[in-house]
């Protein structure tokens, strides 16, 4: 999508760098700065069928599943979250707060898993309306402190060996290197209120550039 006044701000990351925590204030301060209409969803989820497909994909009890399986739910449940939610809120100018996006898909399941992948954006093109957020932010934290704060009761992709993991992390690593101006890393080992302030600077600059490009 071009020339749209709607804005997507995606938070990524390993498990457990806060998303959760610093989605709320960044749908607040976006109302402050005068989106008025600011949606929060997270994936995968926020459609009726996208919180199924979340269900089955995190699920401890079905253990491991084909990788291919696994990546083609994550873009189905995000196929659906673009079409229901995050397209039409786009095309009426107003603001989503994403708790993931294809970055993570393209992390968990590629860089980590083994899925190739050219083959997940391949996959995700037709269905993504040419939609890309406006700005990543890549919530990090080592492993060894994120799985810790999601204390004993893991989820299936959560219980995967701590390899895999540091993978996982290197992988939004590498995001930020290869696109530092739409992807940005901050610190999630700090406290929440750093984290959040840090997180609405990228915001904020963000916002700026969009003022001076009208």
Known sequence: MTNRSGLLVVLEGPDGGGKSSVAPAVVEHLRAKGYSTCHHVREPGGTAVGERIRGILLDASLAEMERS???????SARAELLGKVIGPALRRDEAIVCERFLL???VYQGV???VDPNWIRDCFRPT????VPDLTVVLDVPPEIGLARRGPTKDRLERRDLEYHRRVRQGFLDAVRDDPIHVKRVDATATREEVIAATLREVDDVLRHRRRAR
Do not use: K
């Not at 399986?69 to 873009?75: A, S």
């Not at 993504?128 to 939609?131: H, N, P, Y």
């Open 104 to 106: 993570s898909t393209i």
């Open 112 to 114: 980590a898993g083994g």
């Open 128 to 131: 993504s309306a040419g939609i």
């Open 69 to 75: 399986t696994e990546t083609l739910l994550y873009l």
